[in-house]
């Protein structure tokens, strides 16, 4: 039994990191389309043609986001907003995000 637990704990700490694996694939991808938008103005499309081929559709099924038309709506708009994801995923943006829905609120 022991030894069943111990496997199963190894799988699903080797499924975690697949997934982790993925989910970088999937960030590297929109960096890759704000570049793509900031040079050439198609990012959002970019994003939104690779979310829907198969290879994105698995891609982002094996980072475990369902890929779905509202995840590619929400890709699309992250792209717009120009933001690359190490600057969003970062404490310091998510502070000043904060600071500026408190500002908002107060006014």
């Known amino acids: 039994m022991r030894d069943f637990v111990d496997g199963s704990a190894f ?7 697949a997934r ?3 989910a970088a694939v999937v960030l590297a991808a929109l960096d890759d389309a704000i570049a793509d938008d900031k040079k050439y103005g198609n990012g959002p ?3 939104a043609r690779w979310a829907r081929s198969r290879d994105g559709r698995e891609v982002l ?4 986001i369902d890929p779905n ?3 590619v709506k929400g890709l ?3 792209v717009s907003k120009g933001v690359r994801t190490s600057v969003a995923l970062s404490r310091e943006e998510s502070e000043r995000r904060m600071a500026a829905e408190a500002e908002s609120e107060a006014a």
């Open 61 to 64: 099924s094996c980072a475990g």
């Open 45 to 47: 499309e970019q994003i």
């Open 11 to 17: 799988n699903f700490e080797q499924g975690q990191r």
């Open 69 to 71: 038309e509202r995840v």
């Open 20 to 22: 982790k694996l993925f």
């Open 76 to 78: 699309m708009e992250f």
